[in-house]
């Protein structure tokens, strides 16, 4: 009998290394990207990018500059400088024959009233008030059908609290709603670091970056009057035409902003403090009905670690994926995918990676006429995993479909995820081919979030739609409020039996719908992996008798833990990313014991040549942080 | 578009390891009076004191003055040609600053030591530059810019200046060198080498007697003293972490021998390490000074058994020391194998200029590559701007000019707060990594006034404050002419508000163009400590800083006092037109 089931085993490992050995094909044998040949000498740290109705593009840089590109996907496109001396344009859009631009301090319309290719009007359309602190960036402007503007306004940080957000003057931390005639109307507020915005179906959805309060990279919706959840801009709430009224005080009696100071009258990092129980982002939403939380969170350092730009796929661009979002990262120079759907009237959704392996950071995207997607990047000051400062880049489609999941949509019993080839029957039958966990994140003051309240989903049954298409599974402990990774590493097309090119969906619950459950007759419960288990027992006792022996994990059993820590966000073994490449960190001659206690207290300061600070991974538990930090060591 | 917030900089270690040299230096700076000629040989007669200077912009070579001491000036004729001053008293190693003012078109100079000449000529306004430019040394350089000022206007310049040095026999050793000059406080030359005939140790301070020129404020900084030396430069290394000073008396040195200059080139790189000096130092001149050092890691600086720095803090502490030979103990500990080995030790005193006693390639020093911004054409470059003991001006428009004249408009005021000759902008800072937002100018700044509006609408002109502060800015607009046209509302008026350089860049024209007036309104056009009526249409701001000329007024400006300081006001109904020249 053992027998058997050994030969069963071998088999299975036999069907999926063969699998493997075809080949499935990855996201660069879809989508392509290639460069723009650029002018020698521009410095192309694009802030913003959008397209003409002729199809050029016109782009802005950090350094203040306006370029059009004309005819940019031919071989040769021309670049005509239109305007310069801006202040670090971070947003560009063409209305009305007249391009607006977000500088630090303004809205700023540019004309070329002579027609000699060259603004000559600077047209303050409205100017916000600034304190002067280097991270009070300013971002859009995005066009809602009614024409107005949205621009959205970062956050300063404290003086004495350099880790935390800060609103020096009205509009930081807000959405300015700014409409044609110069008037502004104070939007929602809550925003920590909000790089980007998009106009979906005329409603405005912006991304934020990880920090204190935002716990990971998000799309969130907001209605007039929001509140995102970072509690500086509401500073600004009494003033007349404030939208909401919720007050920082009122914010700060319910979530501790741990504002405290050591004996020596410092003020102490709020992740250096002792609290008691934490709450997440739910629980804010329960005492604040002004709060917006994330439609479809992009899990910081799976999907990115800084999220940029939000951008609908027009109808006949990137075949099946129309209508869906793409959303970009610039520390991992990458581009997400998002699918939305509406229930109980609030969007929530569905999350995969899309197409990694841009030059720079991944800050701005624009539709080209000719179905590609152009693609602005800069890094200057953060560093990202590609390691040019700068690119302008082109993003296009071989017309070919990709075998990934289309869509996943919520179920009152679980999800039904569709896919744009129809799927290996047997495999998708086997409910041992779906994995699902959820976890949140903490909503606190300290600067980012490990993942909170794990736990397994399991799947009890499975219905495969006739044309293999579509799936529906049923999941156990299916919680609202809660990411759920759902994972399909096992699953194949019928055709080829190739893997998904992107096996892994990240579906933001914050409902749960009402309606029809399936029943067990309509489902398979199959499940080839209770088999499995049986026969794996006898090696785990085997290995019982033998003494525990610390021992360096390869190279593949380390990855799993660095990506569930995020480590592999800002390293990499060899290359320098955002951080240092690991094979830098062993230079340093550190003890194993010494980069644990830099895992949890990390030393910056060491490392004087990197813009962005390592936080503190107080998340990783003690033995895995040791294999990791002997792995680390390995690498020498 | 964030991540945790930048709290590390290139070189500013956060939190321990990083000390600056610091610029503390213990000079002793003696003025030439002027109450009388007794410190000059046999003055010619063109040379004489007055109390008060000024010139016409429109006559060559002539400087008016009034009776009185403390200004030096000389004005030739037509019948007394202008012969040169000499000091009585010789100098070698110095430092010279002083005060001056030129007439239109003239030409002078400084000869150090008599020999070597310094061009102070009137380059108002000239945008080539060559070695007869203000500032520039004699058939030898041209000053790195013009910064020069409009005649009849204090100028300042700084010179340190090291003598050539003999042998006993004679020979020479070493070039006379120009260290540093700034003028109107920019660095326009650096290390120039000179040579000339008859070259000595020590020369008198001439002034060249061709051109009508006035000199104030004569300081002289004499480095006459002689430098300490190190001798029996003993070291131990230890290859080991030290936080604090070990006990060396317990441990055995990994390396120890002799050195003849303080260095760690020698040293094992990539290790943590505390290296010990010891031996003597020679000092040949009495005096007080000033040992600073610059250290990655820690450091502790004892000399003649007194503590002058220790190993919390690089601060340093004078040490009074006479002639003699003295021990000296020098600790560096780097508990930081990565950081780079770095250590530095200058001294100082009163009559000796800073200098580098230990190896200069022991140090390790890395700054950003600066980010220039020129005015090869017009240019408007925003940025936040820093006001030098001021606010920073957080919407200012940097309005560049190829005529080398310069100015920001604070956008949120609707006032041209700043202007600046020689080159244009310095981005490194707004540009650097994620920078901080502002750029700076390069040039020679005349800071007009702090950030505010300069439109005000009062009931009468006495009124000082302005009935409301309403303001909206609505941008730019460049014209044919590059020139640039602000456009805001205030007080419910409309403004077009035109700023262009005019001439070869001698004067920043202002017009201003009304519409919709509700009445009541005045215009700001300077303000300063005193402001003098010099002739028709002409105003002198603050001892000679600046002038403001009146090119088109509906009726008469008033000089007004506020709080002790004159305001230069005139009524508005739909223009006025005046110009900065500087």
Known sequence: MSLKYIYLFLLLIFILNNANAQESPLEEDFFRISRISTPEGIILEVGGLTTLPNGDIALSTRRGEVYIVENPSSARPYFRKFATGLHEILGLLYKDSALYCSQRGELTKLIDKDMDGKADIYETVYSWPLSGHYHEYSFGPKLKADGSFFVSANLAFGDSEGWRGESRVPWRGWIMNIKPDGTMEPYATGVRSPCGMGIIDDELFYTDNQGDWIPSGAIVHLKKGSFAGNPAGLRWTFMPNSPLTLTMEQHNAKFDERRKKDEEGRYIQPQNQTIGPFAIPADAKKAFPEMALPAVYLPHGILGISTSDLIKIPDNYFGPFAGQILVGDQGQSKISRVFMEKINGEYQGCAWEFRSGFQSGVLRMTWGTDGSLFVGETNRGWGSAGDANQGLQRLTWNRKIPFEMLTVKAMPDGFEIEFTQPVNKKLAEDISSYDVQSFIYKYHSVYGSPIVNNANCPVKGVKVSGDGKTVRIVVDNLRKNYIHTISLDNIRSAENSYTLV????????????????????????????????????????????????????????????????????CHNADKRQVGPAFRDVTKRKYSTDKIIQLIYNPEPKNWPGYATEMPPMAQVPKEDARKIAMWINSLK | MTKQPIVVHMIKFAGAAVFLLATISATSQTAISLNDLSAFKNPGKTWKLVGKVGADLNENNILQSSPGTGILINMPGKKETGVELSTIEDFSDMDLELDYMMAKNSSSGIYLQGKYKILLNDSWGIPNINTETNGGIFERQAPRQNVSRAPGLWQHVKIAFQAPKFDASGNKTENAKIIRIELNGIIIHENVELKNTNEVAAGPLVFQGGGAIAFRNIHITKYNGLPPVFADIHYSVYYSKHETIPNFATMK????????????????????????????????????YIFQRETYGKGFVKINNTVVSD????????????????????????????LPASLGLTVSAPKIREFLMSDETSLYREYPDPIIISASDNIVHRSFMDIPDGPRVVHSANVGSPKQ???????????????????????????????DGSSTPIGSRLLLSMPKQSILQLNTINDSVSKDTLFTTKGYEIDKQKNTTFRYTIHGAEVKDLLEVSGNGDALKRTITISNNPGNLYMNIAEGKVIENSSKGWYTIDDHSYYIRIDNAESVPVIKNVNGCNVLIAPIKNTISYSILY
């Not at chain 2, 020698?266 to 001149?285: A, D, M, P, S, W």
């Open chain 1, 502 to 569: 992107h096996p892994k969906a990240y579906y933001t619950l914050n409902n749960i719908p009402e309606g029809k459950k399936l029943v067990l007759t309509e489902i398979s419960t199959k499940n080839s992996a209770a088999v499995v288990e049986v026969k794996k027992k006898p090696v785990v006792t085997a290995d019982k008798n033998k003494p525990v022996v610390a021992k360096v994990l390869t190279d593949a059993e380390i990855k799993p833990l660095l990506a569930k820590y995020t480590c592999n966000a």
């Open chain 2, 253 to 288: 040195a990994d390396d120890e021998g002799m050195l003849y200059q303080i260095s760690t080139a020698f040293l094992k790189n990539g290790q943590e390490f505390v290296i010990r000096y010891t031996g003597n130092i020679i000092i040949k001149t009495a005096s007080d």
């Open chain 2, 311 to 338: 190993i919390t803090s690089s601060v340093t502490t004078p040490v009074k020391l006479e002639p003699g030979t003295y021990p000296f103990e020098i600790i560096y500990l780097k508990p930081v194998g990565w």
């Open chain 2, 405 to 435: 004249l310069h100015y920001s408009f604070d956008m949120d005021n609707g006032t041209v707060y700043q202007l600046w000759r020689g080159n244009f902008l310095d981005a490194t800072a707004m540009w650097n990594g994620r920078g």
